[in-house]
Every structure is written in C-alpha cells, then in structure tokens.
C-alpha cells in the first residue's frame, strides 16, 4: 500500500521558489515568433488587398486614397482580430508584421479602430473620408 | 489485408442492395442503396465485424435539386465505405440503426436537428442540441435557411423556482450542469440517485453550439481554416490538420516532406498538452489537488515551446493550406528537446503516481470498467477504447501524413477501467516524445508551402486524423468555387458519451465526475451549431438559468 | 470574577473577537502552506479577512423553501456553539476561561453543535445539492466522533480526569504523542475528519455537489459559517496539541505547537486523495475505531501497572 507517492514534490517546493510569474511586476519577453498586433507600413504596399481577403474575422480595412502616390489608410479592428496572421502570410510585399512586443490591450473603454499609414494620408481620410474616386476594400 | 481486398469484401456483403458503386478515391468505396434497404445493409456489415459506424452525414443537394442525400460512413483499417442514400427533399424518412449500433442515436438525432431528416423508431425525442424554444420545423443546414426564421418560441421557457429536491417517488434528480464545478465547459446531466447510486442518466449537449459548419459555407477556404482550428482550444491543430489534408486532397497538391514531418510534431506537442491537461482535471475531479496543479504546471513548459515554434500558446495557426507557417531551426529544436527532457521525467513520474497511489487509485482501479466487446458495441474511439484493448488509432490503422516515415505505435491496455485510461494516456505521451525527438533528428529538407489554388476543383473527400481524443472525422465537399458546399465534422467525444451514460448507472454519485472525466470530453468540439451571431449584431439570448431551469423541468417529466 | 472581567475575557480576549481573528489567521497559515506546497504562491496574509468582509456586504438569497427561522438562525447557533467551545481550552497558551469537571466531553459536543447546525442547514435549504451533502456531513459525522472521542479519552485516562484545564497541566512533562503514539495518530486524522479537510471533504466536494450542505447560503449567512468553521479549526488543534504535545502554557509554546500540528495536517492535505464517503465511514468503523480502543485498553493496563 503505497500513500503519498508526491512527498518529494511536495517537500522541495516547499524550500523551492512558487511557479507562478508575478505579473505585471515581473513581465517575460515573448518569444520572437509571437504574433501581437498588427504592423503596417505603406511604402511597400500596392493595394493588392489580399490581406483583406482572407482575413477570417474582417479585422482589417484598406482605404485607397491614391494607389500612384501609394496613399493608403488601414483601418485595423484591434477587437476583431484574432491574431492568426494570415495577412502576414498573404502579402508578397512584406508590408505587413505582427509585433511581438505590443499585445497589452485590455482596455476599459470600445474604442479599438486603429488607424495606420502616414499621419498626413490618415488625417486627410478622418477629415474627408475617401475620396469619390478611391475604392475601399473590406467588408 | 490491404485496403482492396477490404473494399472488395465490403462490395460483395452489401451486392444484393448495390444500386451503383464508385470508387471516388483509391481507399473509399461509395455504394447507393434506397432507404428500405438500409437496415439490412448495415446489419450486414455490422454481423461481419467490417469496420465500425464513424459518422452520419447529412448533405443539401440545394433547393432546386430538390433532394437530400444521408451518408452513413464506415470505417475498417485505411479502407471506408458509404452508403448513400438520395431522398426527396418532400419524403426524408429514414429507418433508425441504433438498435445494431448504438452510438448511432447521436448522428441520427443530429442529422434530424439539423436538416430535418425524420428517423423511425428511435427510443427518444428529445433535442440534444438544440435548445428547446428553437422553432420546430425550422431546419438550420438547409439551404433556404435563413436566420429570420430562427425566432425564440415564446412559452417555453419555463422561469418558475426549483422545487425541493424530491421527484415523484423515491426518484431523486441531481443536475450536473450547465453550470457546476465539476465541468469545465456547458453541458447538462441528469442523474437520477437512491441515495448515493445512481439509477439513471440522461444528457444534453448543445450549449456551447456556435454554428460553425453553417458559417464555414459563407466564408472562403483560407478562412475557414482558422474557423475550424478553433472548434476546440486543446485540439486545434488536429482540426486543422484534417481540415488541410482534406483540402489539399481535393486540389490534389502533395505538401512536402518536411511541411508534413513540422505538422506531425506540432501534433505529439499538442497530445502532450492535452493529456497534461486532461491529468489535471482528473485528478481535480478526484479530490487530489496537488496532481492537478503540478501537472499544469508541467504543461507550461510545453506551451511555451508551442509559444516558440508557432507564436501562440493556444490555436496555434501552424498549418496553411499547402504546408506550415513555421519552419524548425537550431534554436527551436535545442528548446523542444531541453524541454522534452524535462517533460519525459515528470510523465514517468506521474504514471507512477497514477499507478500505484493507493488512494488515488481507490478513485479509480476497478470503476467505470469498460470491456473489450461492450467498447466495440457503444463505437468507442480514441485512448477511452484503447484502454480496453480495442485499437482504435487512425495513426496505426491509416496512416496519414508524416506517421509513415515516423510511426507511432499503439498503446493499449486490457483492464478498460479509469486507471487504464490514465495509463493509455501517459504512456502515449511517452511514445510522442520518442517521435518528436526522431522527427527532430531527421527532418527532411524542402520547401515549408506549395502552391495552392484559390478555387479548389469540385469533389468530396474524407479525411480522418488521430485528435487527443479519438478519430476526428472531416467530410469535405467542394462545387468548385472559393467557397465550400458543406462540411460536415464527427468529433470523437460524441462518440464517447455512450460510455459515461451506460457506465454511470449503478455507480456512486461521487464517481460520476470521474466517469465524466475519463472519457476526456470536449465539449466546444460536440457542439458546432446553432445560430450565431449575424452581422448586423443580432443574437438570440438564452441566458443560463432558463437554460439550465429548462432542462431540468424538461427531463423532470 | 469581576463582571467586567469576565465579559471581556469572553468577548475580547482570550476568547471573542481575538479568538476570530486568531482563527482567521490560522486559516491563512494553512492556505498558504498548503499553496506552497503545491509550488504556487497563496493568498496574502489578510485574505480569510477580507474574505468575511466581503460576503458580510454581499446581498443574502433565501430559497423560497426554507423555514426563516432555521436559515437565519442556524449560523447564528453554529458560531456560538463554536465560541463557547473555546473557553474551556487554553487559548493562546492561557488557562482556559472557564472549566468545571467533565467540560471535555461538553466541548467535544459543542463543537459537534457545529456539524449538525451545517448538516439541518442543509437540510432546511433543500436543493439536490445541500441534500446530498448534509446527507454526507452527518455520516461522516457518526463516523469519525466516536474514535475521535476515544482518541481524546486517551489522555484523559492518562491524567486521570475529565477537566481539561486538569488534563492540560498533567500534559506538562509528558509527552502523549510519545506514550500514546496511535492515540495521536486517530486525534489527528480525526481531527482532520472533523474539520472536513481533504482527504476527508466528501459532504463538501466541490467536484460533485457544488458546495455540499452550504450550496444556498450567502452573504451573512455564509460568513458566520466561515467564521464558525475557523474558530473549530483552532479550538481542535488547541485540544489535540494541548493533550498530546505536552500541554499549552504560554503564548509560545502554543505558537510553535499548534503551528507545528496545522504543518502537518496541511502536508497531510496536499498528500492525499479525497475518499468518498462509503470509503470514509468504512475506514473510520473499521481502522479508526480498532485502533484507538487498542491504545485505550494498553493504556489502562499500563496505568493499572504504574498504580
């Protein structure tokens, strides 16, 4: 009759440091691969939209204002994404990351439209919207 | 016996019903036979031990079609064949099977649920999954379903207190769930007790239904695959994987070497994180707290080096169609096996826990025992069977993948009760390791994707995979376009529900949560469908005492 | 003594308000060592206390079942029982409040006043849940009082009396635990039955029915038995480590003592598997009992002996 077959785990713990991370004081770094949120920068970009093609939950939205002077705003639904990285896989252009420093975004507050591409092209867009002859992408 | 010799015997036993017979893929055999002669076809290959029931599919043929067409799949070793019976969309009776096989009553009750087939003689009618002010006659598979017609009934749900506990008689009713500590997700159990025995089970399923097999024909076949992954936390790779391999079968592309090899590893990490999981819980369910956190502990070692390889702890998105996402470099593979290392050593120990712990053996040596031909009659699958020495593992009978260059072998015992389990289960974590590790040390070079179609060409494929579980079962149908016709998913622990209820009555109430937890259910993977949440935001709103109040009166009666 | 005197040593110190606390930390002592032991962290020290204040602001549900003044008036009876048990031990190394001849067998019953107030609270409250476990919570009861009585009875003997303060000062020099060492075993594990910790927590096995006897009370209801259950929890460590490790004279010697029996138990704890509740009474009737009147008989032979 064997009892108390965990009374060496049970014993070392006890002089041993607890397993548990205390978080938020003690953060680890993610590994390089972990897909955080999303990155974007529109130098490389040429409005091929396939990243808003096959995105599974809709999460992100291309805004064309001028494809010659490569004007593009991203419209990103922070709430909707389920982080899968489809998009990254999709474009030929590299244009598109997920960070894996920046995936702290609980928040209080609904307000989780994120809004990517150069300060001048996305301002202009929030003041005018897209231009009549711009075709935005997205459902 | 190979795979034709096989098929050619399911051929000559099913002849004198035989209205046409295909051949679709090398390993499949579909045979058409008119619904009256159903019953004697099945009697037939159930007499001659041919396989065993895997699922019941359900197809549309469209509204214009004017037909539906039931599937009754079975598999023997690689070989499957299908009974295909085509039935007006205005007449879709249907004879039952449950009394030749009896898991068969789930598939029936789903293909009713869902698209309205009306099977004969079944013993209960009572709605698994769908909840009980669901409208009647509104069918949500159908083609000309639309979500205005799935409106709540008014009047049935019921909103008045819970008496005392005493039911007519000396019957006494304890509900287990939906909500109740010893489950970890929705679903609803009735035991009918005598003191501390219990006289009587009854389920019902459907509360974490999201309908996914209807959301998966709205969207394209990229998409889908991260639909599918996440039917269930602790066995998505596998649904992704089958969801893949039926794909890339009907587009007929051969992933590479080395895609296939990456995708068998991610799934011996994955079975270790769920029978990791899975100790804890048994052991939290038998009182032994200490096992539960020390084995999760464990586990986050092999989530983080989940966390390493592909970015996420859970839905891990590795596979795409035509190959993976994530390839295996020096740092990766000196990780998993340091990793490895760690996690061999503490599996042994706990098998030497679970085997010779005499109290915690008290909770589980000799209860819930199962034997070899009662596991075959209730279609067990998965580690659940192979503790009764049934072999059940599509990874041996079928291998698919990369488990014909690194094979994996079988593990069973013969006691078939809830020490078995744990044993067939921690020793099969061994046997991932030693994969993992010759996967590692040998993994073949080539590129990680090939090139995929956007449209995949029109046809029906199977594919069946070996999930933590049991066999997970995918039917896939294509019409051509970017968008699939229907697929259907059979997920192990509908199959395995048979054995808690059969097994719980004549038991203690006190080892039902045992029972329960032995068979590793997964509910997210049970329920699939209901209606969801549409665009706009609209949704129908059960909340969780009505459910809960609901099924207790219903059952009450 | 003086009325003041004895109000406040009732209500404040030694027993009372003190003894809540006292019982509040001493169940933070054993969270936390059973945490540690499970290589986790544990609650903080003021955890059971702001547990209580917690449910004290929580709003009260009363079944429409229940008869009022059963389920406002057991926990109160519960929590009194158990504070008065305590002063006829020697709290915090302190000569007992009280005594007079024959208390040990009244505490052992007040503190049994306590099992049987969850069990007809259950009861009363009548959900399939609480049935079940104040089912459970009176077998265990039946099961274990006898040993645990007879365990205690060993030291008795030993002293030749019934009064505990008595017992308590015979204890002084000799040490039970060594003389009668299954006598300490049976108190011990019987004490662990008594208090409903694992492997003996079957009437409140979270796993099976919910919260066992207790499943429908809240808010007040629920922390006065909290409350009632950590004063149990110090009273039965103070009787078995006052009897059996040399009695309690001083504060710290009760620290050391006490704290070294609650190590124990918690090791205990985290060691073992629940045992359902066939399993229980079937181990007590047949173990328990055997061995505890074995010890009993070789001690009244030996006294009969030393005489």
């Known amino acids: 009759m064997t009892i108390g077959t965990m009374f060496q785990d049970i014993v070392e713990s006890f002089f041993k440091k607890h397993a548990t991370r205390l978080y938020p004081e003690e953060r680890i770094a993610p590994p390089q691969r972990y897909r955080g949120v999303l990155s974007y920068s529109p130098s490389a970009c040429t409005g091929c939209s396939l990243c808003v093609k096959d995105c599974p939950s809709d999460a992100i939205e291309l805004v064309i204002l001028d494809r010659a002077a490569k004007k593009y705003v991203v419209k990103y639904h922070m709430d909707r994404c389920i982080y899968c990285g489809q998009c990254v896989v999709n474009c030929k252009f590299k244009c598109i990351g997920m960070s894996n420093q920046d995936w702290e975004h609980a928040a209080l507050d609904k307000k989780f439209m994120v809004y990517y591409g150069r300060d001048e092209d996305i301002a202009s867009y929030l003041e005018n919207g897209a231009p009549p002859a711009a075709k935005t992408t997205g459902k | ?557 | 003594m003086s009325a003041l005197t004895s109000l406040t040593s009732l209500l404040i110190f030694p027993a009372g308000l003190t003894l809540i606390l006292f019982g509040m930390f001493y169940e933070w002592v054993d969270r936390k060592l059973v945490a540690r032991f499970q290589n986790r962290v544990g609650p903080r020290w003021f955890q059971p206390f702001a547990d209580i204040v917690k449910l004290l602001a929580k709003e009260q549900i009363t079944p429409k079942v229940v008869n009022p003044f059963l389920f406002f008036g057991l926990p109160v009876i519960a929590v009194s029982g158990a504070l008065t048990a305590a002063l006829y031990v020697p709290l915090i190394g302190f000569a007992p409040v009280r005594s007079f001849t024959g208390d040990l067998i009244v505490t052992i019953y007040l503190l049994s006043l306590l099992t049987l107030c969850i069990g007809l609270a259950g009861w009363n409250t009548s959900s399939r849940f609480s049935l079940i476990g104040a089912t459970r919570a009176l077998t265990q009861l039946f099961a274990y009082e006898a040993p645990f009585l007879l365990a205690l009875l060993g030291p008795a003997l030993a002293a030749g009396t019934w009064q505990i303060n008595l017992i308590n000062d015979y204890a002084r020099g000799h040490w039970m635990a060594i003389s009668q060492p299954v006598g300490f075993v049976v108190a011990l594990i019987g004490l662990m039955g008594k208090l409903e910790l694992p492997p003996f927590d079957a009437p409140e096995a979270e796993t099976e029915i919910v919260a066992g006897a207790l499943t429908e009370y809240s808010g007040r209801g629920l922390a006065l038995f909290k409350v009632g259950k950590s004063i149990e929890l110090i009273v039965g460590i103070t009787l078995v480590s006052a009897f059996y490790l040399g009695g309690l004279h001083g504060v710290l010697p009760f620290l050391a003592k006490t704290l070294g029996v609650l190590f124990l138990m918690a090791m205990l704890q985290s060691l073992l598997t629940r045992l359902r509740i066939d399993q229980t009474v079937g181990m007590w009737w047949r173990f328990g009992s055997i061995l505890v009147l074995a010890q009993i008989l070789l001690t009244i032979v030996l006294k009969g002996d030393l005489l």
């Open chain 2, 1 to 557: 016996m190979n795979i034709e010799t096989t098929l050619q015997q399911a051929e000559g036993l099913l002849a004198p019903w035989n209205k046409e017979a295909t051949h679709p893929e090398s390993n499949r055999l579909d045979v058409v036979i008119a619904s009256g002669s159903l019953r004697h076809a099945v009697t037939a290959l159930h007499n001659a031990h041919w396989g065993y029931l895997s699922a019941i599919t359900g197809l549309d043929l469209g509204a214009d079609a004017g037909q539906m067409e039931a599937l009754y799949h079975f598999c023997f070793g690689a070989a499957l064949t299908t009974l295909r019976i085509r039935l007006p969309r205005t007449a879709l009776a249907l004879p039952t099977i449950e009394d030749i096989i009896p898991p068969a009553t789930f598939f029936e009750r789903e293909l009713h649920e869902m698209l309205g087939f009306k099977i004969a003689g079944t013993k209960s009618n009572d709605r698994l999954f769908i909840p009980d002010d669901w409208p009647d006659e509104v069918f949500p598979l159908r083609a000309d379903f639309s979500i205005e017609q799935a409106k709540p009934v008014e009047g049935r749900q019921t909103d008045e207190v819970l008496e005392a506990g005493v039911v007519g008689g000396n019957k006494f009713v304890v509900p287990i769930g939906p909500q109740h500590p010893a489950l970890k997700e929705p679903g609803h159990f009735e035991f009918s007790v005598d003191g501390e025995i219990v006289t009587a089970a009854r389920m019902r399923l459907g509360y974490a239904h999201r309908g996914i097999e209807k959301a998966a024909e709205g969207r394209n076949w990229i998409q889908n695959l991260y639909l599918f992954e996440r039917i269930c936390g602790i066995c998505s790779h596998t649904h992704s994987l089958a969801y893949c391999l039926g794909v890339e079968k009907l587009a007929h592309v051969e992933v590479s070497t080395r895609a296939q090899a990456i995708r068998e590893l991610v799934a011996g990490l994955e079975r270790i994180h769920s029978h990791l999981l899975w100790l804890g819980v048994a052991a939290h369910e038998a009182g032994f707290d200490t096992l539960f956190m020390y084995s999760w502990r464990d586990r986050e070692t092999v989530m983080n080096l989940l966390e390493q390889l592909t970015g996420n702890r859970v839905n891990y998105s590795a596979n795409v169609l035509g190959g993976v996402k994530c390839d295996i470099g020096l740092e990766q593979a000196t990780a998993i096996k340091e990793g490895l290392n760690f996690l061999e050593t503490r599996i042994r120990h706990y098998l030497e826990v679970v085997t010779t712990d005499t109290m915690f053996l008290n909770r589980t040596r000799g209860i819930g025992t199962i034997s070899y031909t009662e596991a075959e009659e209730f279609g067990l699958l998965g580690p659940t069977a192979r503790a009764s020495g049934l072999v059940r593992d599509v990874r041996v009978e079928a291998p698919y993948g990369a488990y014909k260059q690194f094979p994996i072998s079988a593990v069973t015992e013969t006691n078939g009760d809830l020490e078995a389990r744990c044993a067939v289960r921690l020793n099969e974590l061994l046997v991932s390791c030693f994969a993992i590790r010759a996967i590692i040390d040998n993994l073949p070079q080539g590129p990680l994707t090939v090139k995929m179609p956007r449209k995949i060409p029109a046809g029906e494929t199977i594919s069946r995979v070996e999930a933590p579980r049991g066999e997970l079962f995918y039917y896939i149908k294509s019409n051509g376009t970017e968008h699939p016709a229907r697929i259907h998913v059979r997920t192990p622990s509908l199959c395995n529900w048979v054995s808690v209820l059969e097994k719980a009555v004549g038991r203690q109430l006190a080892d039902v949560p045992m029972l329960i937890a032995g068979m590793d259910p997964c509910f997210s993977c049970n329920d699939r469908m209901i209606t969801t949440v549409d665009r706009s935001g609209s949704r129908q709103t059960l909340s969780w005492t009505q459910l809960r109040e609901r099924g207790i009166e219903y059952y009450r009666k």
